[in-house]
């Protein structure tokens, strides 16, 4: 039986070689920009245009409703705690359970608690 093997070609398999930036110019031969295009890079790269953030801002279309966000942030801290507690109980009762169930498979008869209510 023969065995089918995918027909590949030197195109493939081709070794690029790596060479480090040493220079400003990579070799290459790059040619030199108008002077339109560095006057144009010099105004896109000055500080003040750097510093400027209002193209990042979005006007507000309503005012910023500081009770409701309170009130959301108050909400979730109590859905974590509660959800932090309910985890720890579980893990207690999880545990309790585990010690108990390994009483019982031993074997032994004095697993279960008994609570005793305080004389007085």
Known sequence: MKTQRPITTDDEHVVLKFRPRTSAHPPGGREEPSQATRQATRQVKS??????????ERPRDEVDDFRHRMLANIAALAFTVALTAIGIWLAVSIADLRKTQDCVLMGRRDCARISVAPQG
């Open 47 to 56: 500080p003040q245009a750097a510093n400027d953030l209002s193209r990042y």
